[in-house]
């Protein structure tokens, strides 16, 4: 698991666009192309393909490869898997996203990966399917709280324990360990997914706070632009583009 920071460049990198939950809806993937050409960087929190699509992991893998090559084209790009991008077992004998882990040169970065962009780390995180890969997060995450610099952004499809980000109007699905994980290293912010329907339930929203630390799931939507959130950190800003309409939040 590669998980030690690397710097490959210099400026400081000041807006970010995060989207989840792609589900293999390409209409969605060819608007972020077009979207990453006015960003710094693009940020996809798992679920880039979809295991109820008639088109087999294998083939959507190709797909999608070629996407991330376009999208790093234009930004630099960072991509954690979700439970939809499992394609077999792992060294633990638990479901990975292996396709997802393949090199893809120096302005991409998937599962495992922690990367300095000027003052802000950047830290993917894969999904775990079982306490090998999930004792694989924790080490990630205590080697990148080294020496972190003046920010720091993780990719984690679940949404934490606690907030509102994990209710689908029915249901709760809480990740724990997440919450626990903010609570010891405190990062910045968190970008996450998961649950569809958060930003729109009764008494939902796309973003939560634990502690200093903030958490956004941009919700899954149909039509040709994806839920999205921007981030504007030189702005001070964060602002969530949904369905029929925009919200913002002063970043800490």
Known sequence: MRSHPAAVRQDVAVRILAVSDLHYRLRHYDWLVEAAAGVDVVALAGDLADV??????????????????????????FAA????????????????????RRPRGASGFTDGTSTDLGDTRFTVCPWWDGPGTRDDVDRQLGDAARDRPARWVWLYH?????????????????????????????????????????????GGSWHASIGTTLVVNPGKQIGPVPPHVTFDTDAGTAEWFGVFETQRVTLG
């Open 52 to 77: 109820a699509n008639p088109v087999p992991i294998a083939v959507q893998a190709v797909v999608l490869d070629k996407y991330l090559v376009r999208l790093a084209e234009r930004a630099v790009v």
């Open 81 to 100: 898997s979700g439970n939809h991008d499992l394609d077999g077992p792992g060294p633990y004998g638990e479901q990975t996203a292996g396709w997802l």
């Open 158 to 202: 679940a949404p934490p324990a606690g907030t509102v980000l994990c209710r689908d109007g029915r249901r709760e699905f809480p990740d724990h360990d997440l919450a626990g994980w903010i609570e010891q290293h405190q990062p910045d912010l968190v970008l996450c997914g998961h649950i569809h329907q958060a930003p729109w339930v009764d």
